[in-house]
């Protein structure tokens, strides 16, 4: 079997690697070397594969013939090859579906806001990577009006792309919230930050290696101390605050930047959202977001064993108990 190409086809004419090389530079022999690293074969990665669809089979409140196989891939390369690992991420990533209707719903036909926010590039993710192989996503606040859930979709939309197609082995999230407003932080409640870590860590299991926030306005640093009690210590240890842009480029390599925010590279920044929407926004991807809308979902009333989603979103307590620091 081809590294990648599925045994069933759960998505006619699906072209799920469509400008791939353009979004993310992905090229011929990338996944054979991140392979390498990890010392996995291509026949042990079959082996994996098929381990995990015969499990997926025999999950009555999975919704059968949805897992493509380079979904299946791409669990298992944020979770370092670990099947069982990747098993729960796989569960998880169905099971949360209709459980965050707000920001995992909604995606086609795509609300106007998001359409704009994405044509515009508040979530951009350039081409390039760094020398650990790690990618860096950016987020920018372009307009004090932002409407916080009508961003967030967007992040979700591209992980979702990623998840076929990615072959890098960690991220670095950069936040420039030079324009954050009052309005923004009361948008960003308990709940909702709570749902968007926990479908980043746990949904797709992304490796944020760093989390770099750019000129925190003081009103925000209330959600900031609510972040760090919902965060796993090993990312707040990676939590990074900086006065002005320009400092990341201390702990992270120009060249992967786009040359208008002060990076290096050939691109602007415009030129990284054109791609991502042509892309995002394409006939085949459209398709996928419909089809994902309404087959994507699990039926908890045949699971047979306890699901890892709570109310809650992994958070122990309740948001009533989160004390401000």
């Not at 920018?140 to 792309?161: C, H, K, Q, T, W």
Request: charged fraction near 25%.
């Amino acid at each position: 079997m081809t590294i990648g190409e599925s045994t069933e086809l759960q998505y006619p004419d699906f072209k799920y690697s469509l400008n791939s090389s353009k979004v993310l530079n992905i090229r011929d022999g990338d996944l054979e070397k991140v392979l390498k690293a990890y010392n996995v074969t291509t026949s042990g990665l079959d082996e994996m594969v098929a381990s995990i669809r015969e499990w997926y089979e025999k999950q009555p409140h999975l919704p059968q013939g949805q897992l493509h196989d380079r979904m299946i891939i791409g669990h298992l390369l944020t979770r370092g090859f670990s099947v069982e690992q990747a098993k729960e991420k796989i569960d998880n990533y169905f099971a949360a579906r209709h459980r965050m209707p707000d920001i995992l719903g909604n995606w086609e036909p795509i609300p106007a806001n998001t359409e704009k926010y994405l044509k515009q590039g508040y979530w951009i993710i350039p081409p390039f990577r760094t020398p650990e192989n790690h990618r860096v996503v950016i987020f920018r606040i372009l307009n004090p009006e932002m409407v916080v859930l009508d961003a967030a979709r967007i992040g979700f939309m591209m992980s979702d792309y990623r998840l076929f197609n990615e072959t890098s082995q960690g991220d670095h999230w950069i936040f420039d919230l030079s324009l954050a407003t009052l309005s923004h932080v009361i948008q960003f409640n308990p709940l909702l930050i709570s749902k968007i870590y926990y479908h980043i860590t746990s949904c797709y299991a992304l490796k944020l290696k760093g989390i770099h926030l750019v000129n925190v306005p003081s009103f925000a640093h209330s959600v900031l101390a609510l972040l760090k009690k919902i965060m796993k210590e090993k990312h707040v240890s990676r939590l990074h605050l900086y006065d002005s842009f320009d400092k990341i480029f201390n702990v992270l390599p120009r060249d992967v930047f786009p040359n208008d925010i002060g990076g290096t590279s050939n691109l602007t920044c415009q030129d990284v959202a054109d791609t991502w929407y042509e892309t995002l926004q394409s006939d085949t991807w459209k398709a996928f977001y419909k089809h994902q809308s309404k087959t994507f979902q699990t039926d908890e009333s045949k699971r047979i064993s306890s699901s890892k989603i709570t109310d809650t979103f992994g958070v122990e307590g309740s948001f009533r108990k989160l004390d401000l620091d």
